[in-house]
């Protein structure tokens, strides 16, 4: 059985950081690309950033270049979401995913697994 289980959300202030941790079990996780998605109240689910499997390729929405970084570690099995400067609109539920795929991906369609998400809320 897959399991996604996401960590280290929270409340936090502007401009503040946070770490996001994706523990993954129940697949080859090396194998899968990783994604990190987002939803606010009322709003779809958007694209958040995503890493192939040896973690070489990463890309990136708009919204948070230069601001978030993906990261992961094969060995742990786990999949990061480094935030820095956060902003009132990074408010969501932040989701993790994995895709059976070596291509970077921006759709949630190119992923099998979802984890339950985290909530992150930045208070200005």
């Known amino acids: 059985q897959v399991q996604l289980v996401e960590s280290g959300g929270g409340l936090v202030q502007v401009g503040d950081s946070l770490r996001l941790s994706c523990a993954a079990s129940g697949l080859t996780f090396s194998t899968y690309t990783m994604g990190w998605f987002r939803q606010a109240p009322g709003k779809e689910r958007e694209f958040v950033a995503t890493i192939t499997r040896s973690g070489g390729v990463t890309y990136y929405a708009d919204s948070v270049k230069g601001r978030f970084t993906i990261s992961r570690d094969n060995a742990k099995n786990t999949v990061y979401l480094q935030m820095n400067t956060l902003k009132p609109e990074d408010t969501a539920v932040y989701f993790c995913?994995?895709?059976?795929?070596?291509?970077?991906?921006?759709?949630?369609?190119?992923?099998?697994?979802w984890g339950q998400g985290t909530q992150v809320t930045v208070s200005s």
């Open positions: 995913a994995a895709g059976p795929t070596y291509l970077p991906q921006s759709s949630p369609r190119g992923y099998d697994y």
